[in-house]
Structure formats: C-alpha cells, structure tokens
C-alpha cells in the first residue's frame, strides 16, 4: 500500500460509527420525510409539491396541467426521490374521502373510497383550490418564510409555507419514521376558527373548555364516533384511541316482481381510510367460514353520489344482532390510534390541543410581523424616493441648470447627492423623472402620495409595535376564511355505552322529540315550530315515507332521562342528549339502532324523568284491555342496557300509555268513542304495585267496537275539584258554537280528534268515579268516522303541538282553542289534507319566547 493510500484510511470504532450514521439516518428520515412540521403542517413532499405548483402558476383561475409535468418539476427541482411516491402524495391531497379540505382540484381519475388506483399522471390533471392558494401560498413572496438551497444548490425552496389555517389539525397527518409515528386526524375548519378565536381571547383556556369549541375530529367519510373518552385522552395528552363506526341503517326493502319485503342493513357511510371493498370481502369470508349468520346477500350499490352496500338479511335473522356483528367482526367499526407527533423548533414532539393550537398562533405571530416588516420597507424605499423627487420639485431650475452643465451622468448624480444631500437612490430617480412629471399636476399627485405613505408608515409602525393589533389581524383572517371556505361537521359524536357523561359540558335545552311508526326517532330544538293560527295546516316535523308515521311527539330536557316501554311490557332508558338531532327535513335514525329492541317489540309510550329520587312520584301505567297501575318511580331510576320488565302482561294484551303521577292527583282515561272517566290516584283507588304486577280494571267500555286511545293525569287543586268554577253548565245538545260564558282559572281537559276538531273542557266537568266506571262523554263526534284521538290535561300559558300522521306539525296557545262543555263537539284546530289524520298531541308547558309566524 502506498502512502498516499493510506493516508486516507481513518480507524474507526465499528460500534461508535453505526450508532452516528444510523442517527444521521433517523434524523434525516424524521425531518426530511416522514413527520410535518407543526407550523404549517406539511411534510417535505408536499410543500414542494404545493411550492412547485405556484412556480408553474397553477392558480384556481388557471387551466389545468398534467400531474406529469408538476412531478417531474418537484422531482428534479426539489424532491429527489421516487416519482411514483411523490405522484401518490400529489393524489392523495386532491382527494375529498383522503383530506378533509383538499388543497389540489384535480381532473381525471384520481382513485375512489373503493380502493379503485388513480390513472397514470400522464392522464390526470391538477391545479391548486381556492384554499390552498389563499391559505398557504398567499404571502409566500412577502419575505414570511426563509428559504432555503434545494438539494444541489441550483434552486431555493421555502422551509415552511405561510399557512393561515393550522392544516396540522385541519388535514391531519400520518406518517412512519425512525422509532416514532404520527397520526394526526383531520377536524371541522369551523370548529378550529373558533378553538383558536378563544385562545387567543383568553389564553389561560382549559383544554376541557377548548374541546367545548373542537369536540372531536371531522373525518372526511363522515361516520360515527363512539364514544368521547378517546378524543379526551388524546386532546390532553397527545395519545388516545378513537373508535370510529360506519353509519348503517336497517330498512325494509322489496325485490322482484312479487315485491316480498325483507329487512336489509343499508351501509351509507364508511370509516376513514376503510374502502368498501374492504367491507365486502370481509363480510364475505365471515359468511363462507359460517362465522356470521342471517345475510341472505350482499350487493354494493355506490355509485358517484355516495356509498350504498346493501347487506340483505334472511326472514329469521334479527337486525339489530347482524349489525352489531357487522361492528365486531368486520371494518364497518375500527379504531383510529391517535398520536399528535410533528416537528417543534426541528425536534419531534407529542403535543396536546391546546399546544398544537399554540405553536400556529405564534407561527402566524411571526408571520404578519414578517409580513409587516417587508411592506414597512417597501413604503419606506418608495417614500424615499419621493422624497427625493419632491426635493428636486421644489428646486426645480437649479436641479435643470445642474444637469444641463454637468459633462455625463455619473458627475450629474455626483453633484445632485452633494448639493442637496441626496442618496444615490434619490439622485438616480430624479435623472430618471419624465418631463411630464414637473407639471403642476404631477407633483401635487407626489405630494399627495407622499402623505398616504407616511401614513401607511405610521400604521404598519403601530402594528409591529403592538401585539393585540397583530392578535386582532389573526381573529379577522381566521373569521374571513371561516366564512369563505367553513362546511358542515359531517362526523357524529356518540357517548358509548358506560362512558362517564360530564353533562355540565352539555347544555340544558328543551328539544321536541318525534318517533314514527317504523321505528325512526330524532330530537329537534323546540324553537323548530313557531306559534300559528288555529286551523292553519302547520309545517313539516321531518321526512316521513307514504308508508310511515308518526306514532310519538313530546317535549322534554336533553338533560332528561327517557324511558321508552314497548307493547310488550319492557323498558329501556336514554338520556336526551344521546338522541340524535336533526331537524324538521330529516327523517331521523332507527330506534333500534339505539336500544337493543328486536322481533315483535315496539315502543307504545315514551316518559321524560328529570329526577328519579322524587317522593311520591309513582308511573302509571295502562294497557290495550284495559289493565292500569302505578309503580315507585325510583324503580326505574337503573335501567339495564337490555332493559328491565316493567308489567306482567295477560296474553294478546299490549302495554299502550305510561304517565307520571304523585298521590295527590286523579287518572283521566279516554276512549275512541269520546267517553272519558277520572278517579283518584290514591292507595283507596290504585295502590302501589311492583313492576312485575299486571293491574287492575280501569274502565268499562260501552261497545266491543270501542277502545281506549288516552290517559292523561290530573293535578288536585281548587280549579280542578270546585264544582262552582263553572257558572253554566251546558246541555249535551250543545252546538260547537257555543262556549262557556266563563273561563276556569286552573287546568282543562284538551280534547282532539283524528278529523282535526278540538275543545278545552273545564276540568270540573269531569267529576270523580270510583275506577272501572263507564265515564262520562268528553266530545260530541261531529262526523261519522271520526273518534277522539287525546286526552290531555291543559295547564294556563301551555302551548299545545298537534302531528299527523303525514309527519305535518302545527304549534300554537292553548288559550285559541275555545272553551266549551263535554257535550260540544269542538272547532277545527288544524285543517288537514286528504286522508291525513291528528295521531300525536304534545304540550310545552315553559314555552320559548317566540313572535308568531305569518301564515
């Protein structure tokens, strides 16, 4: 070996050498590649692609160009990797079902939720959104960013992009490096606006008071979120586990020429990051391993308007078991692991939401006083030469005679900057003035641009020297942006079963909640329906199928537990909150995708509770024949998730109403012909039974035809018990015309029919009777074929919501029904169309201050 040569060998530490050059590895896979930084929340590939696509100009205004040649610029430009690598990247932020506000619009085939490849980028074309333009790239050439060589020192290439929206949380991220990972999920851009407004309001905000403003993330496919436990953990500490869930729907679907109608469980919305093919092929293996039974066949209907997979159910199978199959055994429900890992100042780090949300605050900090400094020296560089223009103005034949003497341009300039103190800058705009320029009329336009940028001055001086005006710019871009590019939260947040509910974080309101005849319950804020005249038609309470409706309508606290009791004597139990919320368009979600209700179980009566430890509060209860009693309520204050027995029941009888009532009030019962009979609901009359009791006999019916259709609870009290309230007592011939010449200060007996006619009856006028009576008449039917409908107790100041059966709701003041006696047959308090019949009777008794509504 010659000297030379070994000159060059350098003895190393085999061990110390591996663990330098596996760092250096990591470090460069960790910052270069894998993790986005926490400012802009970008990694490298896709800053440069962004970056690339401003280069070429390929603004939302311009003509599309081939990904092809974008790649190939980022590629030989300023990413030196693998072209198919950087192409995925491209397509991947210029899908909708990838990013939840995508930055590239592109044309072509850029791959579907199914799993389907994109074309080759020879084929598809792209071009930057509207986002992307305004929120990252805007003022990239205001000296906002620093840049930096590109890979072999020929370009420069911007270390971060001016990001007006925190795209760490709105995006999200995911990536492998070295010994760590991220997976950030995407959020609600709405949501981020007004977490970051409150942080900078008020920067001592809890995490717990952040998440009333950002509840969770808002994945692109929509879907459910089980549960808030996980985005909790996550928010705090940077880790967590989100159970994420498809949205499926069981339905009753008609095929082939005979329409023979099965049960089927329509998939419409998938997971993040799950392809339906997925699904499909899961479902598949589980049905030929004979490891998932009751599918009968399984079809995917999607198309470009949304996902459809139906999953069709044999005659014996029960739904609600199929579909909680569905959720445990295929990726129709899957767990999204969230690790919010980014890079801070160059180094990894797991951050919380209130960090994340810090760190792109101060960036943007940064970025207006940057922004701020460079147009600061812009104005000053133009005011300078003004200045200098205006000098040579106002000595205007000197500064003519000195260059008309002077030998060239060099001793011209040398002689201006010496004579009248000018920069070099100066002299070189006055040798450049124009003749125009030295009108009168010029040089009052230079004056007065001078004063505009001296004010301009002052206020970019104040901007740098004050934070709160720098804080109020941010809230006013962030506001602007929301209103501009802000969509709908598409992910639903669902409490899981057993989570800890903080229901302080959860506002107490009064909702309007609707379920139908097949089973579809929604709640809708009870300012949905405002006050209107009697006998108008009302509106719309949601979408209801020809051959559904509406079977329950009240009133209640979201705060409030509801209990739901089925035809078959069981009960199950939901808080208000955990309904979900839709309004008056929307149809709503099954039942039994809430409560475990299978086979012939249907719900016949639902009971608000506010507070189970009340004393002397008992459920009155009421079957199909007849049968009533009344249980402690504190017996149901601990429901199972599979419900409890709440009546013993004869054979073909059926549990139909359920009220809440003290001792110290009476039963009121009504039937379809319009009688009606009260008795006290004291231990003489009814006494106390366990839930397993059957009951005893409530009323004795005229006719076979006729049935029970109401039960209503009746408060004791002077109004209500003194005979002398009512000063006429009008004969049983009665016309629906007339009415009392006295109004009863206490409660009445709001009675309604199927046809839309319905009175107030002082409560008086339904004496008390001993319990298995005939009762009394309530209402004169007027027209053949109709029958009385409800029976409900009318407190003064309530207001009273009718449905029918087409789902069409009218809300208005109990005091517009008129008062009259048992024997009238009432006035027309809803005027209905075609076959369309009154099936539901609600009363809000704290009414919402509404102005009534023009019809």
Request: charged fraction near 25%.
């Amino acid at each position: 070996m010659s000297g030379a040569a070994a000159d060059r060998i350098v003895t190393a530490n085999l061990r110390s050498e591996m663990q330098r050059s596996y760092l250096e590895y990591a470090m460069s896979v960790i910052v270069g590649r894998a993790l986005p930084d926490a400012r802009d929340g970008l990694k490298p590939v896709h800053r440069r692609i962004l970056f690339t696509m401003h280069e070429l100009g390929l603004s939302p205004d311009r003509p599309f160009r081939k990904c092809a040649r974008v790649v190939g610029d980022a590629l030989g430009k300023y990413h030196p990797h693998g072209d198919g690598a950087l192409y995925d990247a491209l397509v991947r932020m210029a899908q909708d079902f990838s990013m939840r506000m995508p930055l590239i619009e592109g044309h072509g085939n850029f791959g579907s939720i199914d799993d389907d490849p994109p074309a080759a980028m020879r084929y598809t074309e792209c071009r930057l959104t509207q986002l992307s333009a305004q929120t990252l790239l805007t003022d990239i050439e205001s000296d906002t960013v620093d840049f930096q060589d590109n890979f072999d020192g020929s370009q420069q290439e911007p270390t971060l992009l001016p990001a007006r929206l925190p795209q760490l949380l709105l995006n999200g991220s995911s990536g492998i490096a070295v010994g760590m990972a991220t997976n950030i999920p995407p959020h609600n851009l709405s949501e981020l606006v007004e977490g970051l407004i409150t942080l900078i309001d008020q920067p001592d905000t809890s995490i717990s008071q952040l998440m009333q403003h950002i509840p969770g993330p808002d994945f692109p496919t929509s879907g459910v979120i089980l549960g808030r436990g996980g985005i909790r953990d996550a928010y705090h500490t940077g880790r967590g586990s989100i159970t994420l869930r498809g949205k499926a729907e069981i339905e009753t679907i008609t095929r082939g020429a005979t329409t023979r109608e099965r049960q089927a469980i329509i998939i419409t919305e998938l997971p993040y990051q799950v392809s339906s093919q997925a699904i499909e092929l899961k479902i598949s293996e589980l049905v030929n391993d004979d490891r998932l039974d009751g599918i009968a066949d399984l079809r995917n209907e999607s198309d470009r308007t949304g996902i459809r997979i139906v999953v069709e159910l044999k005659r014996d199978a029960h739904p609600r078991v199929v579909l909680n199959n569905l959720y445990k055994l295929t990726p129709l429900q899957v767990t999204f692991g969230v690790t919010l890992l980014a890079l801070v100042e160059g180094k990894p780090r797991v951050m919380t939401l209130k960090e994340a949300l810090e760190v792109f605050i101060n960036f943007r900090i940064e970025l207006i006083e940057r922004r701020t400094r460079y147009e600061l020296n812009k104005v000053r560089e133009r005011d300078h030469i003004l200045q200098g223009q205006l000098t040579a103005l106002t000595h205007l034949d000197a500064v003519i005679a000195l260059v008309r003497n002077a030998t060239d341009t060099p001793a011209a300039k040398q002689e201006l900057m010496t004579r009248y103190d000018l920069s070099e800058t100066q002299a070189d705009a006055i040798l450049r003035m124009q003749l125009r320029s030295l009108t009168s009329l010029e040089a009052d336009k230079l004056e007065e641009e001078h004063r505009t940028l001296m004010l301009r001055i002052e206020d970019l001086t104040d901007i740098l020297e004050r934070r709160p005006r720098i804080l109020e710019m941010i809230k006013t871009e962030l506001l602007d942006l929301k209103t501009r590019f802000a969509n709908p939260r598409r992910t639903v947040i669902e409490f899981s079963e057993g989570e800890l509910e903080d229901v302080d974080l959860i506002a107490n309101q009064e909702i309007l909640v609707m379920l139908t005849e097949q089973g579809y319950v929604k709640a809708m804020p009870s300012n949905a329906f405002n006050c209107q005249s009697r006998g108008t038609r009302g509106k719309s309470g949601g979408k209801v199928k020809d051959d559904d409706g509406v079977k329950h309508f009240f009133a209640c606290s979201n705060h409030d537990t509801i209990l739901f009791f089925t035809n078959l004597g069981t009960v199950f139990a939901l808080k208000g909150y955990q309904l979900p919320v839709g309004s008056r368009t929307t149809r709503g979600m099954p039942i039994v995708q809430l409560l475990p209700i299978s086979g012939e179980a249907k719900v016949t009566s639902i009971v608000p509770v506010h507070d189970f430890e009340r004393t002397d509060e008992y459920l009155v209860m009421l079957t199909q024949q007849g049968y009533i009693k009344k249980t402690d309520l504190k017996a149901f204050a601990h429901i199972r998730t599979n419900g409890l027995i709440a009546i013993d029941l004869e054979e073909g009888d059926e549990l139909r109403w359920v009220r809440r009532a003290d001792s110290q009030s009476d039963i009121l019962v009504g039937t379809a012909a319009g009688m009606a009979i009260r008795f006290h609901n004291d231990s003489e009359q009814l006494r106390s039974m366990g839930r397993t009791a059957r009951g005893v006999r409530s009323m004795k019916l005229k006719s076979d035809r006729d049935r029970l259709v109401s039960m209503d609870i009746l408060p004791w009290g002077e109004a209500a018990e003194g005979p002398n309230e009512i000063i006429e007592v009008v004969p049983e011939v009665e016309s629906e015309e007339t009415e009392l010449t006295a109004l009863p200060s206490g409660p009445c007996v709001l009675v309604i029919t199927r046809n839309g006619q319905g009175k107030r009856v002082p409560a008086a006028q339904f004496k008390a009777q001993n319990r298995g009576g005939q009762g009394v008449r309530a209402i004169a039917l007027k027209n053949q074929g109709d029958q009385m409908t409800a029976l409900r107790v009318l407190q003064p100041g309530d207001e009273v919501m009718l449905i029918t059966s087409r789902g069409i709701v009218i809300r208005q003041s109990g005091q517009d029904i008129p008062t009259q006696s048992r024997a009238a047959t009432g006035v027309r308090v809803q005027r209905l169309d075609g076959d369309d019949a009154i099936v539901g009777v609600t009363l809000v008794t704290e009414s919402v201050d509404l102005e009534p509504e023009e019809v």
